[in-house]
């Protein structure tokens, strides 16, 4: 069974920088080194949406627009994590953030997403 666990979530003011954590656990080790991962978020009244991903060697990324340039997508392949760096976080960035584990090497879709973590709250203030 994997496990997706996110950490580094919190409250921090407008301008401000957040790094999100996500550690793959459980017999975890073969999807993790093997699969495009990614973070999805959730604002409060909204559907998920998607945020950011990685290739399986960390050589290909993909953005939403609305972070593209702010955010950062980066995986450790040896320690079975991945991260988020945040900056320039305004209080639109406000949500839930979820870290998923995608079907494939390299990210096409977000239907793609074969698990999730339980997420992180990030909120934002101004």
């Known amino acids: 069974q994997v496990q997706l666990v996110e950490s580094g979530g919190g409250l921090v003011q407008a301008g401000g920088s957040l790094r999100l954590s996500c550690a793959a656990s459980g017999a975890s080790g073969v999807l993790f080194s093997n699969n495009a991962m990614g973070w999805f978020r959730q604002a409060p009244g909204k559907e998920r949406e998607f945020v950011a991903a990685?290739?399986?060697?960390?050589?290909?990324?993909n953005y939403a627009d609305s972070v593209k340039g702010r955010f950062t997508i980066s995986r450790d392949r040896a320690k079975n994590t991945v991260a988020l760096q945040l900056n320039s976080l305004t209080p639109e960035d406000t949500a839930v953030y979820y870290c998923?584990?995608?079907?494939?090497?390299?990210?096409?879709?977000?239907?793609?997403?074969?698990?999730w973590g339980l997420g992180t709250q990030v909120t934002v203030s101004s």
């Open positions: 990685i290739s399986w060697n960390g050589a290909s990324t």
């Open positions: 998923a584990a995608f079907r494939g090497a390299y990210y096409r879709k977000s239907s793609d997403t074969q698990y």
